[in-house]
C-alpha cells in the first residue's frame, strides 16, 4: 500500500481511540454526566455504534494497510475501499458530533448555564478539531489514486440536513416506553448507518463494477455470502455480551434472574440488530462484500 495510507490508517486509528475515550469521559465524568443531554436515546444510540463501529473499521482500515501483498501490487479498488474504510471512521465522529449537537440544541438549559458546560463544549469542540484534521489527510490521499471521481457535494450536505431534521423533531418521549424505547435505539442505528452509506460513497465516490471486480485477485480466497452474515452475527452477540457485562460492572445493583435475563438479552439484542444494520449498510461500500 502508498505510504500515505498506511500513515493515515495509524492516524485513523488514533483518532478512533480518543473518540471512544473522549465518549466514555463524557458520559462518566462526575461533572459532565448529569448535563450531557445526549446521553438519552436517540442520540446516546448513535454515539454508542459510532464509537463502536468506528473501532471495528479503524482496525479493519490497519489491516489493509499493513497486510502484505505477495502476489501482486493492491490494486485500485483495494485502494479505494482502504481510503473509505478511513473515511467511515471519520465520518462515525462527525455523525455523532452532529448527534450531539442536535440534542444540546433542544436541552440549552441542562448545560448552558452549568460550571462544568464550558468544559464540555471544549471537549466536543476539541474531537470535532481533530476529526476535521483527520478528514482532511483522508481528502489529500484520496487525491492519489486514480479514477477516482469527483466529490458529491450537493448529496452530501443534503444527507446532513436531513440528519439534522430527522433529529431535531424525534419524538423524544418514546423512550419512556420499553418498546419505543428499543425502536427509538434500532431507529438511531438506521440514522448513523443510512448516512454514513451515503456520505461515504458521495465523499469517496467510485464506479462500482471497478470496485466489485477489482477488490480482489481471481485467487482470493473470500468468505461466502452466509459465512459473512454468520461472522456479523457473531460479533453482534458478543458485543452485546460485553456491553451488559459492562453495564453490570457498573454498580446496576442486585436483580432478580427474569429481570437479569430480560436485560441481558436487550443487550444482546440490540447489539446484534445494530451490528446487523452496520454491515447491511456499510458491507458493500466498504468491499467486504463485494464477491457476494
Given at each position: 500500500?502508498?505510504?500515505i495510507l ?5 492516524i ?11 465518549f ?10 448529569s ?15 459510532g ?12 489491516v489493509?494497510a499493513?497486510?502484505p ?15 473509505r ?5 471519520v465520518l462515525a465522529?462527525?455523525l455523532t ?9 433542544r436541552?440549552?438549559?441542562l448545560?448552558?448555564?452549568?460550571v462544568?458546560?464550558r ?11 481533530i476529526?476535521?484534521?483527520?478528514q ?23 444527507t446532513?440536513?436531513?440528519v439534522?431534521f ?8 418514546l423512550?419512556?416506553?420499553t418498546?419505543?424505547?428499543l ?9 448513523l ?7 461515504l ?6 464506479k462500482?463494477d ?10 482470493a480466497?473470500v468468505l461466502?455470502?452466509w459465512?459473512r ?6 460479533a ?7 456491553a451488559?457485562l459492562?453495564?453490570m460492572s457498573?454498580g446496576a ?12 438479552s436487550?443487550?444482546?439484542g ?5 451490528l446487523l ?7 458493500t461500500p ?7
Amino acid at each position: 500500500m502508498p505510504r500515505i495510507l498506511k500513515r493515515n490508517a495509524l492516524i485513523v486509528f488514533g483518532l478512533a481511540i480518543f473518540f471512544w475515550w473522549s465518549f466514555m469521559f463524557a458520559k462518566h465524568d462526575p461533572g459532565l454526566r448529569s448535563i450531557i443531554p445526549f446521553g438519552d436515546d436517540p442520540y446516546d444510540a448513535v454515539g454508542s455504534f459510532g464509537t463502536i463501529v468506528g473501532m471495528l473499521i479503524a482496525f479493519l482500515s490497519l489491516v489493509r494497510a499493513f497486510r502484505p501483498y505477495r502476489k501482486q501490487p493492491p490494486t485500485k479498488a483495494q485502494c479505494v475501499y482502504l481510503v473509505r474504510s478511513q473515511e467511515a471512521v471519520v465520518l462515525a465522529v462527525l455523525l455523532t458530533l452532529l448527534a450531539d449537537t442536535v440534542a444540546l440544541a433542544r436541552h440549552p438549559s441542562l448545560w448552558a448555564r452549568a460550571v462544568s458546560g464550558r468544559e464540555l463544549i471544549v471537549l466536543l469542540g476539541g474531537v470535532a478539531v481533530i476529526a476535521l484534521g483527520v478528514q482532511s489527510l483522508v481528502k489529500h490521499s484520496q487525491w492519489q489514486i486514480a479514477d477516482t471521481r469527483s466529490t458529491l457535494w450537493g448529496r452530501t450536505i443534503f444527507t446532513a440536513l436531513l440528519v439534522t431534521f430527522v433529529l431535531a423533531v424525534y419524538p423524544e418521549q418514546l423512550i419512556q416506553r420499553t418498546g419505543t424505547h428499543l425502536l427509538t435505539v434500532v431507529m438511531g442505528d438506521l440514522v448513523l448507518f443510512a448516512s454514513m452509506r451515503v456520505l461515504l460513497t458521495s465523499l469517496v465516490p467510485y464506479k462500482a463494477d471497478e470496485a466489485r471486480t477489482g477488490a480482489e485477485p481471481k485467487d482470493a480466497r473470500v468468505l461466502n455470502p452466509w459465512h459473512r452474515w454468520g461472522v456479523v452475527v457473531v460479533a453482534g452477540l458478543m458485543i452485546g455480551a460485553f456491553a451488559f457485562l459492562g453495564e453490570m460492572s457498573e454498580g446496576a445493583g442486585a436483580m432478580p434472574l427474569i429481570s437479569l435475563l430480560f436485560v441481558a438479552s436487550v443487550f444482546v439484542g440490540l447489539g446484534l440488530a445494530g451490528l446487523l444494520i452496520a454491515y447491511a449498510f456499510l458491507g458493500t461500500p466498504l468491499g467486504l462484500g463485494s464477491r457476494g
